[in-house]
């Protein structure tokens, strides 16, 4: 079974402008989540989506926003960028529930967004 | 709100020697605790996982206990080795009704030396 898939995996970005980070999850796997990580913060978590709804946001600006196609994968989408916003950007996905017990998340390899 | 603590790194040993990290968290409920694997240019890998209180979980050697009454979950292997070298993160999800957010330590840089 295919692992989590993110692309680009690399990008660089002006100050300013906007970026979208795509992530497809494992197949079966409805709940998708995104991090954010950097030096400075570690790794936080920016949202997490399940069955096109988003269910959980963390503390990031409106800038930051995502979304859920109905295939399950997930882009998220950076507008204005900032120098700040340099990081690693992971995408995880979880399996569907078979109880109420919290459930492992795999990650992908991550996009790594540099701003100059 | 929830909280992971992990001891600060960089952890460096010689090969064969024993290792422990500590994790220490902060939650409301009953959370499923994990740690997590980064090495170099990658994203996380999953290592162990354990759901309730008194759970072991165990992956490659590594094993670690959930302790409830001293909210822990400490990582130890026996022996590690070379390729072991890479960031830990202790990890927890407090309830999925609330969604499948995970809430990270900071990570332990751990070197080991041939």
């Known amino acids: 079974k295919a692992g989590v898939t993110q692309t680009p995996r690399y990008l660089i970005k002006t100050r300013g402008q906007q970026v979208t980070l795509s992530c497809s999850p494992i197949s079966g796997h409805r709940s998708v989540s995104w991090y954010q990580q950097t030096p400075g913060q570690g790794l936080q978590f920016l949202f997490e989506?399940?069955?096109?709804?988003?269910?959980n946001k963390g503390n990031f600006p409106g800038r930051f926003s995502g979304r859920q196609f109905s295939n399950s994968r997930s882009e998220m989408n950076v507008s204005t960028l900032e120098l700040g916003d340099s990081a690693l950007y992971l995408c995880?996905?979880?399996?569907?529930?078979?109880?109420?017990?919290?459930?492992?998340?795999?990650f992908g390899p991550g996009t790594r967004l540099t701003v100059t | 709100g929830n909280s992971v603590t992990q001891m600060e790194g960089p952890v460096t040993l010689s090969e064969e020697a024993f290792l422990t990290i500590n994790c220490t968290y902060t939650a409301t409920g009953y959370p499923s605790l994990f740690w997590y694997v980064q090495y170099p240019g990658e994203g996380l890998q999953l290592l162990l996982k354990a759901t309730k209180a008194d759970d072991k979980g165990s992956n490659k050697g590594f094993e670690a206990t959930y302790r409830k009454e001293t909210t822990s979950f400490h990582l130890e292997k026996g022996s590690v080795q070379v390729s072991d070298s890479a960031v830990y993160f202790c990890a927890l999800s407090a309830s999925r009704s609330s969604g499948d957010k995970l809430t990270f330590g900071t990570g332990t840089r751990l070197a080991v030396r041939p």
């Open positions: 989506y399940f069955s096109e709804t988003q269910r």
């Open positions: 995880a996905s979880s399996p569907p529930s078979l109880g109420l017990g919290p459930y492992e998340q795999y």
